[in-house]
């Protein structure tokens, strides 16, 4: 039998073949590659993802440095070593941010508000020793596409002689936009000078704003034209001192000086504004010869007017327009109409009278065209402006028709008058439409509470004056109205009155006097208070409230000849209020005097 060889060493080393099924090994150099291909694969996409995410960054800081519309304030550089509580970089930029903010407030609402950033560390990105920063950059980009936003470089410095200090101030990228500011050493001049930056800077960003600012500072002045005048000069020397105060106080010299420089730069925005600006300083002027000449009062009336209907043709859509005008139009009308107090009474058509009040309505038909001229097609906000308008035309035009009535200019009610009653009705319905479509401010529930006061609703007269002196504390008018409204509901009420409703009324009157008056005299207000009291059903309430008023409580300091007109109002309220308070303690001793009915203990559940 044949023996098969054995096999050679050479053949058991040899390795077995693919087909066999056995898997190759991985060398640590092809593991390296793989690692190394992986990291590369995700450096790249990382690069990519920040390349993207930083350019998506600068886009969008360009499309908000374009889009938002405000001010930028660059670091106050502040030189002020020796001053005691000088402001430091950050504080000078946000006192001047805060005066800006201020400024922009005396624009009316449809002018835009310019958002101010004074921060003077932003979160900023920049390379060392690269000329620009992130933010920088992106400021520049913005710039090439027009839409930078003002910036405001300011610097504050110590003047040696005179003693005090001065303010430079530029905007970046304008040229010729610089203005200096100075201020004596005063305890406010830091205040001062800040203010002039900001005033200064909004000035050079949009005129028109800081011309309505500069006008209400110089409107406050432009007052009191006779004062001073001594009371024996001629007639022809009182003229002239007249002639010479206007023309002091009531120059507004700033404001049309800031007004040449809207038409200066010639923006179609601004343009329409102008004559609206105007028409404010003759407004300001007719107030202030309120009393004192009424011709020259009623032609600043007539040139206000004109401006205010050349700036509504402009703007047709204008709330602020459209309000002023008419407003213009009823302050004439009410000027011609308090014409009419002292001059005798006479239903002929030639008398001066006559004359006043045919003047007086032909001014409110006037304004009323111009309201029924408006379109009908309008915004809730425009609405409501037009029906408040033409409720409280109506209601003038009511005062018109009750003075021919009652041959007297003094207010009175509609009580008994179905024709004004239903005037009446007409106005408050308007009022009530207005305050549904729109935010309500406290003037037009004034206006709507005397509406309802005129027509013998006194409980909702007073509510209305409530609501207005929530609205604005500080006004005194709304709570004054209040009293006088529940005078009047004691007063055209039966007689004797309701205790209750006398002795509220009282109380509302020193109310008034405590909290919110500005003084006296209050010669009207007395008499209706005395007038409520004659119909109490004792005459010793009237009767003693009079001879209170004659003869007041003896002051313990007697004031001066030279007292101040604002000292002597004040002790007018005091008066006034004494004497009501003591009326109001002879009705609460008649009340716990007399007989009452017993009261039972009530049974709690």
């Known amino acids: 039998m044949p023996i098969d060889p054995a096999p050679s060493p050479a053949s058991e080393a040899k390795p077995a073949s693919p087909a066999s099924g056995a898997k190759p090994t991985t ?71 805060k005066q800006i903010d201020l400024i922009q407030r005396a624009g009316v609402s449809e002018w835009r508000k310019l958002y101010v950033d004074q921060s003077s560390n932003p979160i900023d990105l920049q390379l060392p020793g690269a000329p620009l920063s992130l933010r920088a950059s992106v400021r520049e980009i913005a710039g090439m596409f027009g839409a930078a936003r003002p910036t405001i470089r300011a610097s504050i410095v110590v003047r040696a002689q005179p003693a005090g200090y001065v303010a430079s101030i530029s905007m970046a ?4 936009a610089r203005a200096t500011c100075e201020a004596g050493d005063t305890p406010t001049a830091l205040d001062e000078i800040l203010e002039c930056v900001a005033l200064s800077a909004i000035a050079f960003i949009d005129p028109k704003v800081a011309a309505s600012y500069v006008f209400a500072a110089e409107a406050r002045r432009c007052s009191n034209l006779d004062a ?78 004109g401006r205010f209907g050349e700036s509504l043709g402009h703007m047709p859509d204008s709330p602020t327009a459209l309000a002023i005008l008419i407003d213009a139009y009823v302050r004439k009308g009410v000027s011609i109409h308090e014409g009419t107090a002292g001059l005798p009474w006479s239903q002929d058509r030639a008398s001066q009278v006559q004359w006043q009040l045919y003047l007086a309505e032909s001014t409110f038909a006037d304004a009323v065209k111009k309201l029924n001229a408006i379109p009908q097609r309008r915004s809730d906000v425009l609405d409501a402006l037009v029906r408040r308008l033409e409720g409280y035309l109506i209601y003038r035009q009511w005062m018109l028709i009750a003075h021919r009535r009652s041959q007297s200019g003094n ?20 009022y009530a439409t207005a305050a549904t479509k729109s935010a309500a401010p ?7 509470g005397n509406v309802l006061r005129a027509s013998g609703d006194f409980g909702g ?3 209305k004056y409530l609501r207005a002196a929530d609205l604005d504390p500080t006004d005194s008018t709304p709570r004054l109205n209040t009293a006088v409204a529940f005078l009047d509901r004691v007063e055209y009420g039966p007689t004797p009155s309701d205790r209750l409703d006398l002795l509220i009324a009282l109380g509302a009157a020193s109310d008034y006097l405590s909290w919110t008056s500005d003084g006296g005299p209050y010669p009207s207000f007395s008499r209706k208070i005395e007038n409520a009291l004659g119909r109490s059903g004792h005459d010793e309430d009237a009767q003693g409230f009079a001879s209170c008023r004659r003869a007041p409580p003896a002051r313990t300091v007697t004031p001066s000849p030279d ?40 049974k709690v559940r």
């Open 228 to 305: 001073g005048v001594p009371p024996e000069i001629p007639i022809v020397a009182r003229e002239e001192w007249r002639i010479q105060g206007r023309r002091e106080r009531c120059a507004f010299a700033r404001t049309q000086g800031l007004i040449a420089r809207i038409l200066e730069r010639g923006r179609d925005e601004d343009l329409p504004w102008v004559p609206y600006v105007y028409g404010r300083i003759h407004l300001a002027r007719a107030a202030a010869l309120s009393g004192l000449d009424r011709p020259q009062q009623l032609s600043e009336l007539d040139q206000a007017i």
């Open 173 to 176: 990228g304008q040229l010729g």
């Open 27 to 97: 060398s640590a150099y092809s593991l390296f590659e793989d690692v190394v291909r992986w990291l590369e694969l995700v450096r790249k996409v990382a690069v990519s993802v920040a390349v993207t995410v930083g350019v998506s960054l600068v886009a969008i800081l360009i499309f908000r440095e374009g889009w938002k519309d405000g001010i930028v304030i660059e670091p106050v550089i502040v030189q002020l070593p020796d001053v005691k509580g000088a402001p430091t970089s950050d504080l000078a930029a946000q006192q001047i941010a």
């Open 461 to 463: 007269a007073a509510e």
């Open 442 to 448: 406290a003037s037009l529930f004034v206006e709507w």
């Open 411 to 430: 207010v009175s009610v509609a009580i008994g008058h179905p024709e004004e009653m239903a005037m009446l009705a007409d106005a408050a319905r308007r």
């Open 563 to 602: 007292t101040p007109d604002e000292v002597a109002r004040w002790k007018e309220a005091a008066e006034l209020k004494y004497c009501i308070d003591r009326a109001i303690e002879r009705i609460n001793g008649r009340i716990i005097a007399g007989d009452r009915a017993p009261v039972r203990p009530a």
